[in-house]
């Protein structure tokens, strides 16, 4: 196909939505319109709404803007770029209410699509998993073996090489630590587990999931770029605290000294290395990073905690009619 002969050439992506796609899904929502009654259109494909043209108030979702995610983590080739973000600015415009899930997203909206702030809302991104399931543990970090967590679907730009570098390092300089990789498979070795990708619908593979956090000490994120980040808030319902890196979302997702350990961005190995082995000369607070990060999941990290800014944001976008 045209996408695929693109990027051979270019080794960029060609595009992500055609505009033929967004036109056609931008039919049949009206004809639904049509047919029924509704309160709100509310979407997490910004977009396929560039063509939207009805009185229905709009709520948009996303994580990242095109812009924000070439700046930091370049896919797309010019004539893919353009296409997304033309799309990407008439669905905004015609959005009545944008929520994203950090700082970093808000501000790329206010500064290159030129959003007015009261438009755009965000909070961190709550747990994927079900609110029953979750519970925390009472880890202590004053072990015989340290043991690191990282998932990841995909190995470079979530970090993977850099969490094993992280763990080669500390049992070089005799810290005994394993990594346990969840959501791809490999070589296993003493130092290191690849468990493969769990099927989160199925009740059984969901608690194995879940256990993976309760038995880990810390969830390794050392991402090069992460949109929002939903598995910090996920070890954050089992109370297990994530270092990671501020690149993307991952300064809100993670909460600095809250709810984990916000290094710089595109921190190498030896700076994890450095700030975990803080962490192994002083249990207490890791003690209390694991009991914040618990409190910051009741609060804010679940989405049952989020209810009453939704209905805020409901209500805003009824009555927002726009400059």
Not at 291 to 306: D, F, G, I, P, V
Request: proline fraction near 4%.
């Amino acid at each position: 196909s045209i996408k695929r002969l693109y990027r051979k050439i270019t080794g960029k992506k060609l595009y992500k939505y055609g505009l033929i796609d967004s036109w056609i899904l931008s039919r049949e929502i009206e004809n639904v319109l049509k047919s029924n009654q509704y309160d709100f259109v509310f979407t997490a494909y910004p977009n396929a709404m560039c063509f939207y043209k009805n009185k229905v108030p709009l709520i948009l979702v996303t994580d990242t803007t095109f812009i924000g995610q070439q700046i930091q983590w370049p896919l797309y080739g010019t004539i893919g770029m353009q296409l997304s973000v033309w799309q990407e600015l008439r669905a905004f415009k015609k959005g009545n209410r944008i929520i994203t899930f950090s700082k970093w997203s808000k501000e790329i909206l206010k500064k290159y699509y030129m959003i007015e702030a009261k438009k755009i809302d965000f909070f961190p991104i709550p747990a994927a998993i079900p609110e029953k399931f979750s519970k925390s543990t009472s880890n202590t970090i004053n072990v015989k073996t340290l043991k690191l967590l990282i998932v990841a679907r995909e190995f470079y730009r979530k970090g993977v090489d850099i969490a094993i570098e992280v763990v080669k390092h500390l049992n070089a300089i005799g810290k005994e630590t394993k990594l346990v990789i969840c959501g791809l498979t490999g070589r296993n070795n003493s130092q290191i587990e690849f468990i493969g990708p769990f099927d989160k619908g199925n009740d059984l593979e969901l608690k194995q999931y879940i256990s993976t956090y309760k038995n880990a000490h810390l969830l390794i994120h050392p991402a090069r770029f992460e949109a929002a980040g939903i598995t910090p808030s996920e070890a954050a319902a089992c109370g297990i605290p994530t270092i990671t890196n501020d690149v993307g979302g991952l300064g809100t997702t993670v909460q600095h000294g809250v709810s984990g350990i916000v290094l710089p961005a595109k921190s190498d190995s030896s700076v994890y290395v450095r700030e975990i082995l803080k962490l192994i000369k002083n249990p207490y607070r890791y003690t209390k990073l694991c009991q914040n990060t618990r409190k910051r999941y009741e609060k804010e990290l679940k989405w049952s905690s989020q209810i009453g800014n939704i209905k805020g944001i409901l209500q805003s976008a009824k009555n927002y009619s726009g400059t």
